[in-house]
Structure formats: C-alpha cells, structure tokens
C-alpha cells in the first residue's frame, strides 16, 4: 500500500489553514503553490506555505488523522503547528526528498 500524508497549508497572514492529505506530499504542496487548480479552496485563500505535516506508511492511517485534525477545533489545529513550527516558518524545502524515505 501507498505511503500517506497529512498537511496543514496557510496564508501569509496565518489567517486560514487547509488541512489535507496526499500520497505525494512535494508534488502536492508545488500544485497548492502554483495554484495547479485555480478555483480550490487553498487558491483562492492563497494557501502556499507548509506549516505542518506527517507521515504514514500506509495512506489510510493518513486519511483517519486528517479526519481527526479537520474534526477539531482551530485553537488545536494552532497547537498542533506550534508544536512543531513555532515560527510558521515554511516547511517546504524540508519534504522535497521525504519519498525517498518510503
């Protein structure tokens, strides 16, 4: 079965937050910079910085975490990043080889 991951995508601003999941999560986060799909959710809101992720050996572990993430508040969804990226700093050049892991 497929890796999986799950993210957390923001604005400049840290006004709005995307969570999400995917397969490919470098390929995944370029689409959401680029805005590959012009009227999602993550373009219109100019959602392009990576503030969190995790990984999965198996895509469905990351389907039932990103369920349980959207399902909670946002002050946890804040926790959750201030966990690991106190500074909101952009995590993107950190996943550009995480498939090589898997």
Known sequence: MKAGFVYIMTN????????????????????HKESYYSQSFTSRYNLYI???????????????????????????????????????KDLTDDIKHILDVF
């Not at 198996?58 to 969804?77: L, N, P, V």
């Open 12 to 31: 400049k601003n840290h006004t709005t937050l995307y969570t999400g999941v995917t397969s490919n999560l470098p390929k995944r986060v370029q689409q």
């Open 50 to 88: 990576l503030v969190y992720w995790e990984a999965f050996q198996e895509i469905g572990d990351a389907i039932t975490r990103e369920k349980q993430i959207k399902a909670g508040s946002r002050q946890k969804k804040l926790d959750l990043i201030e966990s690991i990226n106190p500074d909101w």
